[in-house]
């Protein structure tokens, strides 16, 4: 697979979305910062909705970089890849200690964080390989962070009014 072009549009969009995003649910989570924080998972499932949302406009921002090649973009995306899947793996961990929600509402929560990293994992890999598919991967995964990160901040903040 050769350099990335063709993905510079799909890039500047998801950089410029996800990161305006981003700044968003941080200040409406700031606002009940108090709250948020005297909980026992809710700074972690938000944490990990923010640092999934920050992989994303990485990826996006190293998807413009003139002249990547697919396995090195690839490289790139599996090491945020595994920076990300740290704050979620604690997300997960606070998740399944705790006592507040019951195991349907539980799983919910943890699927939803899970599956972009996972897509982002495989993209990654697939473009180290070699195989061209992996950047519609990696564009499946970007969309499915920020559903994701939405729904979970969404959960949040009802949560936080509770």
Known sequence: MG???GWSEFGVAMAGVTGALAGLLIVAMSVNIEVIVASRTLPARAGAAIATLVLTVAVSCLMLIPG???P????????????AWVFELLAVRRVLR??????????????????????FTVG????????A????VVAVACVLAITAAVAISWV??????R
């Open 68 to 70: 990547t090649s697919g």
């Open 98 to 119: 705790s006592d507040e929600s019951q195991l349907r509402s539980r799983s919910g929560v943890l699927a939803l964080g899970v599956l972009p990293l996972a897509a």
């Open 72 to 83: 090195v973009f690839g490289v790139e995306v599996l090491v945020g890849t595994a920076a």
């Open 3 to 5: 350099s990335l072009e």
């Open 156 to 161: 949040t903040l009802v949560e936080v009014r």
């Open 133 to 136: 598919a992996g950047m519609v």
């Open 124 to 131: 990654g890999a697939l473009l180290v390989a070699g195989v």
